[in-house]
């Protein structure tokens, strides 16, 4: 089908480019007016949308209403990006199971899809620079990953032309510049490898201000020692068989198949939400860009409440972004504040993955964490931490400075840990939890009953954990209506005691949170005081000034209480000067409340102060 009028092809691209994923009417006016659209756009894109249908015909069906915007509904095959995804994937699995001529042949076929300049005839710069740029991106990436597998494959005079002409175009693209160095070097060209580095070097100085990256550094120091000298595939090699290491890593990888171990201990995750596409891709751009000064470790803290999804999304962009930790991943859960585990415990664990034999680890402590900080100064790994509880749990467990990644996460904002960088990961919006709620329950029981199901999200307050248990217990029971089990969460007198589904239930986290609660000072008011007499009002709402009055304290001292009950996850932050507490919150403080048996204040005057 051919789109002829402009505005029009820029939704479709747009459409087409988020295949089934929810793009917002906003999104795609900022695509289609250039960043300025008029105060009508939301309604003119409706227009332009139904005349999309209009072209499609039968396949009109394809474009669905989904708050807050569109999905179109694609087949993979359907598209050349489907298809191109569709062949990287292939290509790791084979790299998986070792078979490198399959990978190799695989990524071949997917970029032979790519034509010209992507979107090229689609008139919106926007639209060009975001999605565009994320599709030359992919494509570079794409080569990369066939450029390791061919050097795997022991094809290092083969792949020269087609780096230097990428090297050309790309001369600060570090990842490229290395491939190149060691497809020259191994094909005896040791020279012009040198002098490639050099002249790199100069540049990225001379343009950045900045000296070549750890990998790239690792990349000539281990040529200057002649390290994997040069050689060529005997005829009797089956290179095929090599180990999948070999091929999303960087150009290193080869190096350490004969030395130290590799760890691999990410555990696997559920599919990704559309709806957390964004904090997706930000934290893979984090773990992923920039180099840090020496003697530093580039740190990111995913942070936000309990059951929220912070692990989820950490272990995701972990998965995403293995290839460029090439001496492996280590991951340790620390166990949150209920039951955390120290340095003591998870050292001599990741000391024998990095290695070390169980007999030689040292006794003392602080020998531990200089054995571990020297093991992992020259490599480049990605440690990931899961539930930490304090900055005094993670720094032993910061890899020695060099080319690391450290990817923690935390209900704590962990503001004292230096350097680290923060993702704050919020409640899901109305999209996002009926596509969580609507992949377990599946969209037709989802899609007959969307009023009671909307009832059901509302009670959840957009906590992925609580979801998915309202999602499970209504799995486990296909004989209950969505609606009745929206009456059973509103009407009940315990809420916590419906969110409740084997191992899993929503009252833990919250009671973990609860614990956690930073006390104040003897003069100060007790955050845990405030945060039972919000449930013994049954407020909703509340200001600072109105807890002053009501516990008779100043309102500086309220103010200190309350943001205390915000960093531990158990209010919302200040808007407009006022708290909040969503539906579970609310549900916890009652329980509270009636635990200590608080006398009930004045709620209207709660509600409404």
Not at 5 to 28: E, G
Not at 234 to 246: H, I, L, W
Not at 537 to 559: H, I, K, N, T
Request: proline share 7%; hydrophobic share 45%.
């Amino acid at each position: 089908m051919h789109v002829s009028a402009p505005r029009q092809r820029v939704v479709m691209a747009a459409l087409l480019l988020n295949a089934n994923r929810v793009i917002s009417v906003d999104r795609i006016a900022e695509y289609v007016w250039d960043g300025a659209p008029p105060p009508s756009a939301a309604a003119t894109v409706r227009t332009y949308v139904m005349r999309l249908r209009r072209s499609l015909g039968k396949a009109s069906a394809r474009i669905l209403t989904r708050a807050p915007g569109y999905l179109l509904e694609l087949d993979e095959h359907e598209s050349d990006l489907g298809q191109f995804t569709a062949h990287r994937r292939r290509a790791a699995e084979l790299a998986e199971h070792g078979d490198l001529e399959g990978s190799s042949a695989k990524l071949a076929e997917a970029l032979a899809l790519w034509r010209e300049e992507p979107l090229a005839d689609i008139p919106s710069q926007t639209l060009r620079d975001v999605e565009g740029r994320y599709l030359q991106e992919l494509r570079l990436q794409t080569m990369e990953l066939r450029f390791d597998t061919e050097l795997a494959l022991l094809r290092h005079a083969e792949v020269v032309p087609e780096l230097v002409r990428l090297v050309r175009k790309h001369p600060l693209r570090e990842a490229l510049v290395g491939k190149l160095m060691l497809a020259l070097f191994r094909s005896g060209r040791q020279s012009e490898a040198l002098d490639l580095y050099r002249r790199t070097r100069v540049l990225l100085v001379e343009q950045l201000g900045a000296e070549p990256g750890a990998e790239l550094h690792d990349v000539h120091r281990r040529i200057l020692s002649a390290h994997d000298r040069p050689r060529t595939p005997d005829p009797v090699e089956q290179p095929a068989t090599a180990p999948a290491a070999a091929v999303a890593p960087g150009p290193t990888a080869a190096w350490e198949r004969a030395g130290r171990p590799s760890p691999a201990q990410l555990p696997s995750v559920p599919l990704p939400l559309s709806a957390r596409s964004a904090a997706l891709a930000r934290l893979q751009h984090l773990l992923t860009t920039g180099t840090m000064p020496a003697g530093t470790v580039a740190t990111t803290v995913v942070t936000g409440r309990g059951g929220v999804g912070k692990s989820a999304l950490a272990l995701h962009a972990a998965h995403a972004v293995r290839g460029s930790s090439v001496h492996g991943q280590l991951y340790a859960d620390l166990g949150g504040a209920a039951r955390p585990l120290t340095a003591r415990e998870v050292l001599p664990r990741f000391l024998a993955d990095l290695g070390v034999p169980r007999d030689e680890i040292p006794g003392e402590e602080s020998e531990r964490e200089s054995l571990y900080r020297s093991l992992t100064a020259d490599r480049r790994l990605l440690v990931v931490l899961d539930n930490a509880s304090s900055t005094a749990q993670v720094r032993p467990l910061i890899p020695g400075s060099g080319g690391s990644r450290l990817l923690v996460t935390s209900r704590r904002r962990l503001a004292d840990l230096e350097g680290a960088r923060t993702v704050l990961l919020g409640p899901l919006d109305e999209a996002g939890s009926l596509e969580l709620l609507g992949g377990i329950v599946g969209p037709a029981r989802l899609g007959a009953e969307p009023r009671a199901a909307r009832s059901v999200l509302t009670a959840c307050a957009g906590l992925p954990l609580a979801i998915r248990i309202a999602g499970t217990r209504l799995l486990e029971r296909p004989h209950w209506s969505i609606g009745r089990f929206a009456q059973r969460l509103t009407e009940a007198p315990r809420l916590l005691d419906e969110l409740c589904a084997g191992d899993l239930g929503v009252r833990p986290c919250l009671d973990a949170d609860h614990a956690g609660l930073r006390r104040t000072a003897p003069a100060g008011v007790d955050p845990a005081e405030v945060f039972t007499a919000l449930g013994a009002a049954g407020a909703w709402s509340v200001s600072s000034s109105r807890v002053a009055v009501m516990l008779g304290c100043s309102e500086d001292q309220a103010e200190e209480a309350l943001d205390a009950l915000v960093e531990a996850n158990l209010l919302g932050a200040p808007a407009e000067g006022r708290y909040r507490l969503d539906a579970l919150l609310r549900a916890y403080a009652h329980e509270r409340a009636q635990a200590v048996a608080v006398p009930q204040h004045d709620h209207a005057y709660m509600r409404a102060g």
